[in-house]
């Protein structure tokens, strides 16, 4: 596709149950960026890949954050026995390199 | 730590009239910055950006004004259209190779009315 896509737009998962969230990049892009954007807020910083290597990961919040993208491509955020407190839109971004970020349209994942 | 303030959480203009948005950072190491759109459900967009040699930069409706000593950006569209209406979030980046480097503030939403 033309820009970068998200699955799913939404999730809603009850408080303990772990979910994976999936960013598809602009074809080509070697740079990939995970946001977190709480209600009211600005895109936070999660981490970053260049290809398949993850090289700053300083921003996930705990170690029940993880993301891959294993084929320098497709990447996944998975969160793990989900708590209340990580109800945001999570952003995936892609460049080509130290360039603009494009962002897709996020997943908005809620807690209950 | 809030690194990148943007005061207002919302302004209101006519159409037609100048719509100004205001940003300010804290850290003098910041040397690039951007501003994005975001309607709603959609993710953010690229609006302009400016680095830290120069003190404006216009394209066609906006102009992006970098006051250095003050650490303050602002973007100025005019004339205001109803489609500008928005969250426009500033954003900072600490080098130009250092690409994941970037701060955003919470946004303003901009409305403007016919």
């Known amino acids: 596709g033309a820009g970068v896509s998200q699955s799913p737009r939404y999730k809603v998962a009850k408080r303990g149950q772990d979910v994976a969230l999936r960013c598809d990049p602009i074809?080509?892009?070697?740079?990939l960026f995970w946001y977190q954007q709480a209600l009211g807020q600005g895109p936070e910083f999660l981490t970053y890949f260049q290809n398949e290597a993850q090289l700053d990961k300083s921003g996930l919040p705990s170690d029940r954050f993880f993301a891959e993208r294993p084929e320098g491509s497709v990447s996944t955020l998975k969160i793990q026995r989900t708590q209340q407190e990580d109800s945001a839109v999570y952003l995936c971004a892609s460049s080509l390199g130290a360039d603009l970020q494009f962002f897709g349209p996020g997943t908005r994942l809620t807690v209950l | 730590d809030q690194q990148v303030k943007q005061n207002s959480p919302s302004l209101s203009v006519q159409e037609g009239r100048i719509s100004i948005l205001n940003c300010d950072y804290t850290?003098?190491?910041?040397?690039?910055f951007l501003w994005y759109k975001k309607y709603p459900a959609e993710g953010p967009t690229f609006l302009i950006s400016i680095s830290s040699i120069k003190d404006k930069n216009e394209d066609g409706r906006f102009t992006v004004f970098l006051n250095k000593s003050a650490k303050h950006l602002s973007l100025h569209i005019v004339p205001s259209q109803p489609g500008d209406s928005a969250v426009y979030f500033c954003?900072?980046?600490?080098?130009?190779?250092?690409?994941?480097?970037?701060?955003f503030g919470a946004g303003t939403r901009l409305t403007v009315k016919p």
């Open positions: 074809s080509g892009h070697v740079s």
């Open positions: 954003a900072v980046k600490g080098a130009f190779y250092n690409n994941n480097d970037m701060r």
């Open positions: 850290n003098s190491m910041f040397d690039y």
